[in-house]
């Protein structure tokens, strides 16, 4: 009999399709997983609200779960409470900046209208002279950066609280 | 009457997310500029995405047994209840940022409100959506600033943006006896109160960005009531399109 446990460990190779070196676990979008009527609930938090991959991850979730042997598995999508940026592990913070991704970091009051923009450090030399290009970057969750010391331009992963 | 009274408000925020969402669109690959063309289409997304949710909880709380996107793509004009505001053409940059303000400057303290509703279901989408929409009346309010306090040129484009759309705000606030039983139950805002805050907002942007609210206070509505503008038809005929063309397409 699977456990709870083995459950998330099999989730653990279930990636974004989007950020692939990112794990669902590694997101903080997997959150209950529980047996109901002999059925394996997962429950899941979406990012944001129209965000494509959340379909494409429950369907790589199935499809894992019954590779394993689990092939009556259910996802249950749960909004409360919402996901934050907060809920990204720390390896997965470091997988993103690896990966060339600046991951989130603290940023001012959104109702401060033309506030400086975080400081974010360039994933690839690691300088903070970078500058934002744009709030809104190639998916909802990222916004588009630019290295002043190395020039290379790159996506932030936005807070989001 | 109470659940009859849910469901057509939670259409009504469904219809106006998913309208705005759909003009948004048009301009995938017509931006004025690269970053504002990948903006405008985020935020049509969120918009899709917030729509989503909402039609599910109407579609639950009708109970007969339609799903989202039969909600989306599969009524008559007359059947959808967003604002006029939202079908409006999107004109010129400053036409689609002022229309966007204007939504965003109302979608916010009804999402705040609305995170406190006994509807939990209401509650969880209102909190979920709360953080993209601060994404969005900081992205329209900067843009409404930047026009209004910057060239001659955007300046009166502007101006002119606002003077046009200024009819359509009022429509925001529309309350009927639907929203006065949900009201009267706890379940969702006043709307004068939300009105408040949009109008502080409103004159605080509009004032650092040298633009004037009209004088003229002539108002439109009817959309509430499915009696939408002659735009609305063209909008439709766009958006349902490949439903109507080859029914129960799936991709």
């Known amino acids: 009999m699977v456990s709870e446990t083995d459950i998330r460990a099999y989730l653990e190779e279930v990636s974004d399709p989007e950020i692939p070196v990112l794990t669902i676990t590694d997101l903080g979008v997997v959150q209950h997983i529980y047996l109901q009527d002999q059925t394996w609930i997962v429950e899941l938090t979406p990012t944001y609200s129209g965000c494509p991959a959340m379909q494409q991850i429950e369907v790589d979730l199935l499809a894992k779960l019954k590779e394993k042997g689990i092939p009556n598995a259910k996802v249950k999508h749960v909004l409360s409470p919402a996901w934050t940026t907060d809920w990204i592990s720390e390896a997965g913070r470091q997988k993103l900046r690896l990966y060339g991704i600046a991951p989130p970091v603290n940023e001012p009051d959104k109702t401060a209208l033309f506030s400086e923009p975080p400081r974010v450090s360039c994933p690839k030399c690691n300088s903070n002279n970078t500058r934002m290009v744009s709030l809104f970057g190639s998916t909802a969750c990222k916004a588009h950066y630019q290295c002043n010391a190395c020039q290379e331009p790159f996506d932030y992963f936005k807070c989001l609280k | 009457m109470q659940e009859s009274a849910l469901f057509e408000y939670v259409l009504r925020l469904s219809d106006d997310s998913l309208i705005l969402a759909q003009r948004l669109g048009e301009w995938c690959g017509h931006g004025p500029i690269l970053e504002e063309d990948i903006a405008l289409t985020n935020i049509s997304l969120d918009l899709i995405g917030q729509a989503i949710s909402l039609y599910d909880l109407a579609a639950a709380l009708e109970g007969k047994g339609r799903d989202h996107d039969q909600l989306a793509y599969l009524r008559y004009e007359n059947e959808y209840k967003n604002v006029l505001l939202v079908e409006q053409p ?162």
């Not at chain 2, 109160?193 to 004088?215: D, G, H």
């Open chain 2, 90 to 251: 999107n004109g010129d940059f400053a036409m689609t940022l002022l229309r966007q303000f204007f939504f965003d400057a109302f979608r916010l303290p009804l999402y705040e409100a609305l995170m406190q509703s006994p509807v939990e279901q209401l509650a969880a989408i209102a909190a979920k959506s709360v953080k993209e929409t601060r994404y969005h009346l900081k992205h329209s309010s900067e843009w409404v600033i930047r026009m209004g306090d910057g060239t001659e040129e955007s300046h009166q484009r502007a101006q002119a943006a606002i003077d046009h759309l200024w009819r359509y705000t009022n429509e925001l606030f529309y309350e009927d006896a639907h929203d006065h039983a949900l009201q009267a139950a706890g379940k969702v805002p006043a709307m004068a109160e939300i009105q408040a805050k949009w109008m502080a907002t409103v004159t605080s942007i509009l004032s650092e960005a040298t633009l004037e609210i009209p004088k003229n206070n002539w108002k439109f509505d009817g959309g509430r009531e499915g009696r939408h503008s002659e735009h609305m038809g063209y909008l439709l005929s766009d958006l349902q399109y490949m439903q109507r063309a080859y029914p129960n397409m799936e991709w």
